[in-house]
């Protein structure tokens, strides 16, 4: 976990700042050194996790992801987080998803908050048959060109300058190799209410998508090969779709087992999850992802 954090530190510093880092990685004995935000020059501030959504935030946010997930296309670092392509699991240093205690997860936030949530029966059972196919979506997630992700996006992991024309990053122990919408999805969900997010969606994602190819040809070149790779509107929508299943899971191991997070913020977090995975009708998704692994088994 803590190689994870160097790596990402090194690849943040190169990619939005323009110096280098030391790279000398992988050793049992090493320094982080932190900076305290709250003494830049220019001043910066966080949002908090309740904040209403704003669209000048949201754009910053989604150019600086989109320069991260370009740089690293098809090139994430070494020694992070990453799952198998062809089997879907866990590689190398990833920890393997408990199938049991993500179950057990979603008692407990049954038990502890269900009188003040609405657990749609639709998010109930497709988080039942995700812990079922946990695998054959990870392999979906992986057949997606995939770059450096940040893996934990949501608004409270993000600082922004005092004019709010940067953003900043912090909490990176789930940096992984994934597709690049695991970020702007789990910023989205988990920062806006399912209401506002509605609204708001469709700009995004091609804002998300626009940014990203000019930072892709910024990276690479006009006609390289990894232009190719960008989604259609609609293909990102449906991606975006399957990591509200990522959210859902995320948040119910987080909510069920630790309890260093107050009621209200986690009912206020889980509903706005809930909220959104019932709309984006993620137990379609499901069926979905299901029903493409079976194809790809009948035509072997």
């Known amino acids: 976990m803590c190689i994870c954090l160097c790596i990402y530190y090194v690849c943040m510093n190169i990619t939005l700042y ?35 959504f704003q669209r000048d935030s949201g754009h910053v946010i989604l150019r600086e992801f989109s320069m991260l997930h ?13 799952y198998s392509r062809d089997t879907g699991r866990s590689l190398g240093r990833t920890p393997p998803l408990n199938k049991f205690l993500a179950s057990l ?3 407990k936030v049954k038990e502890r908050y269900g009188s003040k949530l ?23 997630w ?16 993000v600082f922004f300058s005092q004019g709010k024309s940067r953003a900043g990053f912090v909490d990176y122990q789930c940096v992984q190799e994934d597709h690049c919408l695991r970020d702007i999805s789990y910023y989205l969900i988990n920062s806006c209410s399912s209401l506002i997010l509605a609204e708001v969606e469709e700009e995004m994602l091609k804002e998300y998508l626009k ?15 990894y232009i190719s790779d960008l989604p259609s509107y609609d293909e990102a929508y449906f991606i975006h779709r399957t990591y509200a299943l990522w959210c859902f899971l995320a948040w119910t191991i ?42 790809k088994r009948l035509n072997r």
């Open 211 to 225: 940014v990203l190819r000019q930072h892709l040809v910024q990276f690479h070149g006009e006609h390289h090969v």
């Open 142 to 157: 992986c057949s997606n060109p995939s770059t450096l992700c940040h893996g934990d996006s949501h608004i409270g992991n």
């Open 70 to 82: 370009a740089k690293y296309w098809r090139q994430a670092p070494p020694n992070i987080w990453r």
């Open 105 to 107: 997860a979603m008692q």
């Open 18 to 52: 323009g110096y280098d880092l030391p790279r000398k990685l992988g050793s049992t004995n090493f320094l982080i050194i932190l900076e305290d935000t709250r003494f830049r020059k220019e001043g910066c501030f966080f949002q908090d996790l309740k904040a209403t």
């Open 254 to 295: 987080c909510c069920g087992f630790l309890d260093v997070v107050q009621e209200s913020f986690v009912v206020h977090a889980m509903q706005r999850m809930l909220d959104t995975c019932h709309r984006l009708d993620v137990l379609q998704v499901m069926h979905t992802l299901i029903g493409l692994e079976k194809s």
């Open 118 to 140: 609405t657990v749609y029966p639709d998010c109930d059972q497709a988080y039942a048959l995700l812990l079922e196919n946990y695998e054959t979506v990870r392999r979906y």
